[in-house]
């Protein structure tokens, strides 16, 4: 139904306007009260009419005194409601003494007062059960401050019954108990007239039992209603009560009357009030105009921006700024409960201005006000109308104005304006006028004056609003429009820190939090206290989701304003719920799809979300996308939704997107994925998770991918048991074990639990195929991480399987284990000859594949690799470079990114180990670029490590060591190599003069060696701990040459001749330097014989040295020598 024709269809046409710009469409007509139609201004005969042609729309007019029917939203919804109960005190025994007749009209007053009082606030009249009232503040409407507007009710309940007039004799008194908490509101229960909106939850049960420990006259509310309360009231604890059928005690409180807080922002933040953060432009803006108010420069400054978005925040840094400074403040707050009440910011300042609050009898109330009017000198004809503005009976004081209505009022604000400039010659004058989107038309016109008034006087307008706010005084010379923007990210990471404190957080909650909370302050604030107590339920997860969840995700403390908002959508709710449901970003296309609406009921709906601040929109339909404005809207909107509507909703929306939107589908399977799995419909969530997880993986986006296949992993778990389910864990846990080696690094404990778990699953399917890549999983994890025995049995087990099997890419795949295995345990004649083996058996047009069918790397370039290695570790640079690039040309050919990922890092281990200071900045290079496209921590780290090691060997040796320093952490945690990376930065600190660090470093390493004398550059290892003992006070020389003389035998077993000859050359410079050159020319000699006659080039620096040693050994021998004897 058009509201516009309805109305125009009366004879009342002229009211389309005012209901259009109040957002009152048909579904809200049922719920207008009296009260609703006069605020608009209508005249009271209209009033009645339109009254009257309501009523008619449901075919009845409604029975005397009962509750108007609301205007509900169509089945039932989750969310937050504050719910009152009240009882009148000794309706028993009245009705036992009372004729029926009388004690009826008492019911029917009383019955009359709740209405009143309660839909005033805002509140809806659920039900009446005899002397019982039950009333919900948040249904079918929220409200913002439905908690507040509860207590507000009680408290005027609670002074109201006693003065109704009745036959009772004795007054009548009531007992009040609210409580808040999340229902399922709105099932039609009953028939007929008795047919109401049922609630279902623990609130109401516990609003009625607070409501029976209650004292008469006394509103009792629960603890989940004072949190959303600050310092609005003044509350006495009750403690905690054992509440017939509610779980556990019950803390209650006593709600005694309005807080004496000056502010709403000061009852509700300043007891907790987080630092200002990411305002600075602004409060500077504010401080130089104060500066310039203290010069005689009258200044305003109106301050938008949307609610939470920091404007009473800002203004009381302002105060605080300037507080020991002299001046004068003025603060005026509008609400929406007082939009109609004229000048009421005004009259509740001067009120509490002039304490009229605590004055007893009305003489005293008029001795105060002259008291504060006399510092101003005011004349008693201006007094008068103030008095008189006040609500204040004239005692004679005061000449009686002779005016009428319309004079009266101009003279009233005249007088006000007077009173402003009074002050203002006595010292600067700082006026603060709040939300003014909700005022009065006559304190608007006020504070227009006042802004005209002011430019040549000492005063500070600041007037905050939403932007929706259009002021009459923009425009102005002296007046400054700000608006606020939502915070930067950085800005809200810091508010985050404010409000935790040192309490830990996890970084994927922050992230939560930021993502949700879009900007808003106040949202930070909130979210981030909702954690931390839901933290200390364990429940911070549920709290801070990523995803749309049910409303306990919204902080309590947000929810009524949220729930405000969406209440006055209409009919367009429902498509804002399918849009929540949707995403946070949808499509029109896809939307309408869903929808099923007529496009032009569609569009209209839309544009109202749009003109509501709740979408924006880009592009135009039906090509249009729609966005919403702020996280928590959507996950508001969602929230309303119950179960089974939500699942079936979700069900639509990935049944829509196969069948309509298949490129969708295809490129984006997580989408429908995701609704599958909401719709509970677990096998075809999991086949797009898969998929999902599939095509990241062939992206390189492998956070994506372990995030899909662990999704797809979770769906599991509602499919039947058996060998289906079996096979597809297995395949997931399969995809999912290289994914994490790539991002994560291969020596992480989830590869084993991976992998293990697959074992265990292929061994039970016995599925052999699988059964050999599970093994090989889990070989892989024991020999990065050092479990060298376990690696050697878990290698051998994989050689018997590829046997047994007779398939030849699993018997290479057993091969590549063994050389491996080999290379880790630092045998250098095992693992040249286990990868020459290899190479001979491997065909890269056949085995070309099997990097990405096993998930790590391809055995041929591996083979390459530790070929280079164990070149490097015999002293062979040369032949050790070229394998290094075969390695790499291979990994280009085969476009395998995890394999050409190993080759690079590796060759980095390569060049490093053969000296070739220019090979690692240039392959450093190549790792951090190719880290940056793929977004792979792991390589970058590498490439930062090697790359400051090459910087830190050249001329930039402080500031190498201190780049590798930091990385190091980082690398150690990664890979295959620790040993490595520990030796090379030992060898860094050792040259900067750090020696003790250096050897507590490798006494670290060798600590966590499990059987002596094997492992990966272990000869090393012992080299430079000799070296460090060399230069470390507490170690004798017999020490170091013990540890040389370790190197030397370590090296000789594991046939790393390369190694044997440094730790020698070693050796001989300690004993030349001890003076016993002769000690150490043994070890020397056996070393070097190892390059006897390679003249070929491939020598390193080291054999030069070592023969030049030699050569000046043997001079030394010849000189000692007697001459030979003449014949």
């Keep these: 139904m058009n509201v516009g024709d309805w109305l125009r269809g009366l004879g009342l046409g002229q009211y389309e306007a005012a209901f259009r710009e109040n957002e009152i469409d048909a579904s809200v007509l049922p719920d207008l009260t009296e009260h609703d139609l006069e605020s608009l201004k209508i005249p009271l005969g209209h009033r009645k009419r339109l009254l009257k042609a309501i009523a008619a729309l449901d075919g009845t007019a409604s029975a005397p005194g009962a509750p108007a029917a609301p205007a509900a939203p169509d089945g039932a919804e989750r969310r937050q409601l504050t719910v009152m109960f009240c009882d009148l005190v000794g309706s028993t025994a009245l009705s036992a003494r009372l004729d029926p007749e009388d004690m009826r009209a008492i019911i029917g007053a009383y019955h009359r007062c709740c209405t009143d009082l309660i839909e005033r606030r805002g509140g809806f009249v659920a039900k009446y059960m005899g002397d019982g009232v039950l009333a919900y503040f948040g249904y079918p409407h929220a409200h913002e401050h439905d908690a507040e507007r509860a207590v507000q009710a009680g408290l005027a309940l609670a002074g109201a019954v006693p003065k109704l007039a009745t036959t009772a004799g004795a007054p009548l008194s009531v007992r009040v108990g609210i409580a808040t908490g999340t229902v399922v509101v709105g099932d039609l229960i009953g028939s007929g007239d008795a047919q109401e909106r049922g609630v279902v939850g623990e609130t109401p049960n516990l609003a009625a039992r607070l409501q029976s420990i209650a004292e008469p006259g006394m509103v009792v509310i629960a603890e989940s209603t004072r949190r959303l309360l600050g310092d609005l009231f003044e509350l006495a604890d009750l403690g905690s009560r054992d509440l017939k059928g509610i779980a556990g005690p019950a803390r209650a409180w006593a709600a005694l009357r309005a807080g004496a807080a000056e502010s709403r922002f000061d009852a509700l933040r300043a007891s907790n009030m987080v630092a200002l953060v990411g305002r600075e432009e602004e409060s500077e803006l504010l401080a130089r105009r104060w500066l310039r108010v203290k010069t005689g420069e009258g200044q305003v400054v109106q301050l938008a921006g949307e609610a939470g978005i920091g404007k009473s925040r800002l203004t009381v840094a302002l105060m605080a700024h300037i507080a020991k400074e002299p001046h004068t403040r003025l603060r005026y707050f509008c609400s929406p409960q007082h939009a109609d009440s004229a000048l009421h910011p005004v009259i509740v300042q001067m009120e509490r201005a002039a304490g009229l609050a605590d004055a007893e009898t009305p003489q005293d109330r008029l001795d105060r006000l002259d008291d504060m009017l006399r510092q101003t000198a005011t004349p008693c004809e201006d007094a008068a109308l103030l008095a008189e503005m006040l609500s204040l009976a004239n005692d004679g ?424 295995t080999a290379g880790f345990c630092g045998d250098v004649a095992g693992t040249l000859a286990g990868a020459r083996d290899g190479l001979r058996l491997y065909d890269p047009a056949k085995h070309g594949g099997l990097g990405a069918e096993f998930g790590a790397h391809d055995p041929g370039v591996c083979a390459y690799f530790v070929t280079g290695h164990s070149f490097a570790q015999s002293g062979r640079p040369r032949a050790a470079a070229e394998n290094a690039e075969r390695s790499i040309a291979l990994s280009g050919r085969l476009d395998h990114v995890p394999t050409t990922v190993f080759a690079a890092t590796n060759a980095l281990t390569t060049f490093q180990m053969i000296g070739d200071r220019t090979a690692v900045i240039r392959q450093a290079a190549r790792v951090k670029e190719l880290a940056d496209q793929l977004d792979l921590p792991g390589p970058r780290s590498l490439a930062l490590f090697f790359d400051a090691w090459a910087r830190a060997c050249g001329d930039g040796i402080d500031a190498g060591l201190q780049a590798m320093e930091a990385e190091f952490p980082r690398v150690s945690a990664l890979g295959s190599m620790p040993v490595l990376y520990a030796g090379m930065i030992a060898g860094i600190r050792l040259e900067a003069g750090h020696a003790a660090q250096a050897l507590e470093l490798l006494d670290g390493v060798l600590a966590k060696v499990k059987e002596p004398g094997v492992g990966f550059f272990l000869p090393e290892i012992h080299r430079l701990r000799a070296e460090c003992m060399l230069r470390v006070a507490h170690h004798d020389f017999d020490d170091a040459v013990r540890e040389f003389e370790t190197a030397i035998l370590t090296a000789k077993l594991q046939q790393a001749t390369g190694y044997q000859l440094a730790a020698a050359i070693g050796l001989a410079r300690a004993w030349s330097s001890a003076g016993r050159p002769e000690q150490g020319a043994a070890a020397l000699r056996e070393a070097a014989g190892a390059f006897a006659g390679d003249d070929d080039g491939d020598v390193t620096a080291l054999v030069a040295t070592a023969r030049q040693m030699l050569s000046g050994l043997a001079h030394q021998d010849a000189a000692v020598m007697p001459p030979p004897a003449s014949p």
């Design 397 to 820: 004081r005061y000449p009686a104005p002779n005016l009428s209505p319309p004079q009266r009022r101009q003279k009233t604000l005249q007088a006000l304006v007077a009173q402003l400039e009074a002050l203002s010659r006595r010292e600067p004058v700082l006026m603060v006028f709040e939300d003014a989107h909700w005022t009065d038309p006559t304190s608007l016109e006020l504070f227009a004056r006042v802004a005209d008034r002011i430019a040549t006087l000492p005063v500070l307008l600041i007037v905050t609003s939403r932007p929706e706010f259009k002021p009459p005084w923009i425009g102005r010379p002296h007046v400054t429009a700000l608006t606020l923007n939502r915070l930067a990210q950085r800005d809200v990471g810091a508010m985050i820190d404010r409000v935790i404190g040192d309490r830990p957080l996890p970084a994927s909650v922050r992230q939560d939090i930021i993502a949700r909370t879009d900007g808003i302050p106040l949202f930070v604030e909130e979210m981030t206290k909702a954690v931390l107590e839901a933290d200390n339920d364990g429940e911070a997860r549920r709290t801070a989701t990523a995803n749309p969840s049910p409303a306990p995700a919204v902080p309590a403390s947000l929810q009524a304003s949220l729930m405000a908002r969406l209440d006055r959508l209409g009919s367009a709710k429902e498509v804002v719920q399918i849009g929540a449901a949707i995403g946070r970003e949808f499509s029109h296309a896809l939307l309408a799809a869903v929808a099923g609406r007529p496009e032009a009921e569609l569009g209209a709906a839309l544009d109202r979300l749009i003109e509501a601040g709740l979408l924006s929109r880009q592009g135009l339909p039906p090509h249009a996308n729609y966005l919403f404005k702020h996280a928590l809207v959507q996950d508001a909107a969602y929230g309303l939704l119950l179960r089974e509507p939500r699942r079936a909703l979700h069900a639509r929306i990935a049944e829509t997107l196969e069948r309509q939107f298949a490129e969708t589908t295809a490129s984006e399977p997580e989408i429908v994925a995701h609704h599958f799995s909401r719709a509970e419909r677990a096998e075809s969530a999991f086949l797009h998770y898969e998929r999902a997880g599939d095509r990241s993986v062939a992206r390189s986006a492998f956070a994506e991918a372990i995030a899909h296949f662990d999704a797809a992993l979770a769906q599991l778990g509602s499919l039947p048991p058996g060998a289906e389910r079996g096979q597809r864990e297995l395949a997931i846990l399969l995809k999912q074990g290289p994914a994490v080696m790539m991002l994560r690094g291969q020596r992480v404990p989830e590869i084993e639990r991976i992998y293990r778990r697959a074992y265990d699953v292929a061994k039970a399917l016995g599925d052999e195929q699988r059964l050999f890549k599970a093994l090989w999983g889990l070989w892989l994890h024991a020999n990065v991480t050092g479990n060298t025995d376990v690696a050697r049995d878990r290698a051998e087990e994989l050689v018997a399987l590829g046997n047994r099997s007779g398939k030849e890419e699993l018997v290479l795949e057993a091969m590549h284990c063994r050389w491996s």
